[in-house]
């Protein structure tokens, strides 16, 4: 790497945080920060999970440990706070999304849905938002949905989450940012991860998605990596409360 494209987009010396780090987005992000140099720590539901990919990160030459937590939970939210140490980056991507129709959503439903997909981000801001305004440098990077912006089939409780994170972005900017701390939201197409099974388990689901993006495919990911180290790095310094679309042309077409 030439020293013009380090000084733009080497993390070495950060530290990140990123949840729902085991699998699927969030384990791709974590990989792309890592191998530019950051140290990571993941944090998700299942310790076995969490130790494969921890095991994952270390072939690549990168610096990781785990922490254990169901974000759903204000304890183990609290835990995570509390054990996490120093962060310069985090990545908000831990979800959940029961799928029902409107009218069948109960009230534990929904209050499991806000708990994971927009408390939990909003109460790790509130703990490491603050202290990287303090140190004057930061990044916080929230992952949205295209329900962040229009309705997307039965997932009405998560699309409200979702809207809700685009807010908590702009808002966390609007906090921070003259400290040094620049706050984005990453938006999704339809992606092949463990989080849309459901949906894709569903005949001629999958082709009918993927004719949608006008790259004329659904998203993997790995098509996260980039957008990633971007958003975590210098290179971002002037961009802030912003939602940036890695959706293959789906929210346009």
């Known amino acids: 790497m030439s020293d013009y494209l380090r000084e733009l987009f080497s993390l070495h010396g950060r530290r990140a945080l990123v949840t729902g780090g085991s699998s699927g987005i969030g384990y791709a992000m974590a990989e792309a920060i890592g191998r530019a140099g950051a140290e ?5 539901r299942r310790p076995h999970q969490l130790d494969q990919a921890v095991e994952r990160l270390r072939e690549h030459g990168v610096t990781a440990t785990r922490i254990s937590a169901d974000l759903g939970a204000r304890d183990d939210v609290q835990h995570v706070c509390d054990t996490a140490g120093d962060i310069d980056i985090l990545v908000n991507d831990a979800g959940n999304n029961i799928r029902k129709p409107m009218a069948e959503l109960t009230a534990d439903d929904y209050e499991r849905t806000i708990a994971v997909n927009l408390t939990a981000p909003y109460l790790l801001g509130q703990h490491f938002g603050p202290a990287m305004a303090a140190r004057g440098w930061g990044r916080i990077i929230n992952v949205g949905s295209q329900q962040s912006i229009s309705a997307f089939g039965d997932s ?43 949906a894709q388990a569903i005949p001629g689901r999958v082709e009918a998605l993927a004719a949608r993006h006008m790259a004329d495919r659904n998203g993997l990911p790995q098509d996260f990596a980039g957008a990633a180290v971007f ?23």
């Not at 802030?240 to 346009?252: R, Y």
């Open 40 to 44: 990571v720590v993941l944090v998700a």
């Open 156 to 198: 009405g409780a998560y699309g409200a989450a979702k809207a809700g994170i685009a807010g908590l972005t702009r808002s966390q900017a609007e906090a921070w940012s003259t400290s040094g701390v620049c706050v984005n939201t990453i938006i999704p197409g339809f992606v092949l991860t463990p989080l849309t099974e459901p």
């Open 231 to 253: 958003l975590a790095g210098d290179a971002c310094g002037f961009v802030t409360g912003q939602m940036l679309f890695v959706d293959g042309g789906f929210s346009v077409h």
